[in-house]
């Protein structure tokens, strides 16, 4: 319950945060499309509708990246998905990354 509530708080305070400044999603893009790597084809990067219509025209000059609305994403989430490849950005994903790290460094 303590996690689900911890997620919430952070989900809307991100939200805000990417509200503000589309270009932290902007770098979170980048990172998620690096971790694929430069010779990857057929990538399909997904964002919250609005995330996406705020920075596509920062993601234009991606060529080998195919982008989608989805609207099952909250705003500065995103999945990235490629052959054999799948990250999820999404915050629960990314909270719990964070968690763990905690855990391991205890």
């Known amino acids: 319950a303590l996690a689900e509530m911890a997620s919430s708080i952070a989900g809307v305070l991100v939200g805000h945060a990417y509200q503000a400044d589309p270009m932290l999603l902007a770098d979170l893009v980048t990172e998620a499309l690096d971790a694929v790597g ?13 995330d996406l219509g705020g920075l596509t025209p920062h993601l234009m000059a991606l060529d080998s990246v195919r982008l989608s609305a989805d609207a099952s994403l909250a705003r500065g989430e995103l999945r990235v ?5 799948r990250i999820d950005g999404t915050l629960a994903s990314r909270l719990q990354g964070v968690l763990a790290g905690m855990a391991e460094g205890a």
């Open 38 to 50: 430069a010779g990857a084809r057929d990538i399909e990067l997904r964002l919250h509708p609005d």
């Open 81 to 85: 998905h490629g052959e054999g490849v």
